[in-house]
């Protein structure tokens, strides 16, 4: 089978906590966000084909992981690609990590309804319609970018509150992990676009909800991350390349103002250069420019 892979990371200890990952970045994507990072995997380029046994490869020659991160891109627009990856890290008895933007609620179900992951990372972008000010989802438009003349944003939107609503059947805390999937949710602060203080309580709100609606047994403390937005050359939108981080003590009042209104959401601030992977380490060469 063939599909769209970016390039990977060999090795983190930093994208699953815990877990010594390796991290597979799907290309393609459905969004645009103009502070993306790794826009040169946004698209479905030609020389970005690559044949899954070469990955398979990849994943089994290597002895040093315990779990596989895929990340992109959005991996779940791949869907057929990315459950034979999954697959077959279940069969080497890997752990599963998706990176999503929530835009292929049926991918998630279907992952989780076949155990194929073990750990979701949800990109909660900007509030849902939930007030005056982001009437119309205007807001979700313009951090993602995403509306076309056949999936307008509220449907990007419905897609999203889809799969929050199945994740929320599916939450779990650390400490009691078994059979169910592990969530973190994030948000990245950006200046200018994602960065007011009512729009990260309306996302907190949904959060809390997602926390109160979940049943009793489930019910966890949801991870939700504030990433704090760096500049950086290569970002996708040029507007942003030289745009100053937020500073700390503005996150530090929203990440005080947050738990004092919503105490049941474990909300932490992580530095966007601190942990993750941003972009592939190794990208796959071309090979028919080899030849
Ligand atoms: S930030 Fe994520 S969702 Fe947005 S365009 Fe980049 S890869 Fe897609």
């Known amino acids: 089978m063939q599909a769209y892979i970016g390039g990977i990371v060999k090795y983190s200890e930093t994208d699953w906590p815990g877990k010594a990952s390796m991290v597979i970045f799907f290309s393609g994507c459905d969004f645009n966000c103009p502070f993306c990072r790794t826009p040169e995997i ?31 891109g959005e ?3 791949q869907k057929l690609a990315l459950f034979d990856l999954a697959k ?22 279907a992952l989780i309804d076949e155990k194929l992951v073990d750990f979701i990372r949800l990109d909660f972008k900007a509030p849902l319609n939930d007030t005056d000010d982001e009437k119309n989802n205007e807001h979700l438009q313009k951090v993602t970018e995403s509306s076309t003349f056949f999936r307008p944003i509220q449907q990007v939107a419905d897609d999203f509150r889809q799969t929050l609503g199945i994740l929320k059947k ?14 973190e949710l994030r948000t990245t602060i950006v200046p200018n676009l994602m960065f007011k203080r009512e729009s990260l309580l309306s996302i907190a709100s949904e959060i809390n909800k997602l926390i109160n609606e979940s049943d009793e047994f489930n019910l966890g403390r949801i991870k939700w991350v504030l990433q704090k937005f760096t500049p950086y050359e290569k970002i996708l939108s040029k507007r942003f390349q030289n745009i100053n981080s937020p500073s700390d003590e503005f996150l530090d009042t929203i990440l005080g103002v947050i738990i004092k209104e919503y105490p049941k959401i474990n ?3 992580r530095n966007d250069m601190s942990s993750l992977s941003l972009a592939p380490e190794i990208i796959f060469e071309n090979k028919e420019a080899e030849e």
């Open 170 to 183: 599916n939450l779990v805390t650390e400490s009691n992990s078994k059979n169910k999937i592990m969530l």
């Open 42 to 72: 946004l698209g479905f380029k030609k020389e970005l084909s690559r044949d899954l046994r070469e990955i398979k490869k990849e994943i089994e020659n290597n002895f040093d992981i315990n779990a596989v991160v895929f990340t992109g």
């Open 75 to 77: 991996p779940c627009l």
């Open 267 to 269: 909300v932490e601030i």
């Open 88 to 109: 077959f890290c279940k069969e080497h008895d890997l752990a599963v990590a998706v990176e999503t933007n929530g835009s292929r609620p049926d991918t998630i179900k």
